[in-house]
């Protein structure tokens, strides 16, 4: 497993922007996948974006396509959540995520169960 450090949360008002960052340490293959998950309180989590490491390739739930942008500094060994044109429904608590067992396809990336490794969760509040 690797191990994940989010950053980043915050509060903000509606319209507003947040990044946040993961650190990794650890190995992560080309043919893994990372990902930001969400839950709010009283709610189901969530995946919000999805990363395939080799590919680059990426996918968002409906209810951010066009507001956030994951995104990988490889030197950095970040994996980043641009969050733009916020609303209070983004209200919850950010976890950044790892599948390392192998995948051959992006789509394979948006099987949520898979994931294995997880940070401890950033918390973005929406006012």
């Known amino acids: 497993h690797v191990q994940l450090v989010e950053s980043g949360g915050g509060s903000v008002q509606a319209g507003g922007s947040l990044r946040l960052s993961c650190t990794l340490s650890g190995y992560i293959d080309s043919k893994n996948c990372m990902a930001w998950f969400r839950q709010a309180p009283g709610k189901e989590r969530e995946g919000v974006a999805f990363?395939?490491?080799?590919?680059?390739?990426?996918t968002y739930a409906d209810s951010v396509k066009g507001r956030f942008t994951i995104s990988q500094d490889n030197a950095k060994n970040t994996l980043y959540l641009q969050m733009n044109s916020l609303s209070p429904e983004d209200t919850a608590m950010y976890y950044c995520?790892?599948?390392?067992?192998?995948?051959?396809?992006?789509?394979?990336?948006?099987?949520?169960?898979?994931?294995?490794?997880w940070g401890q969760g950033t918390q973005v509040t929406v006012s």
């Open positions: 995520a790892a599948r390392t067992t192998w995948v051959f396809t992006d789509a394979a990336c948006r099987d949520e169960n898979d994931y294995n490794s």
């Open positions: 990363l395939y490491i080799g590919s680059g390739s990426t």
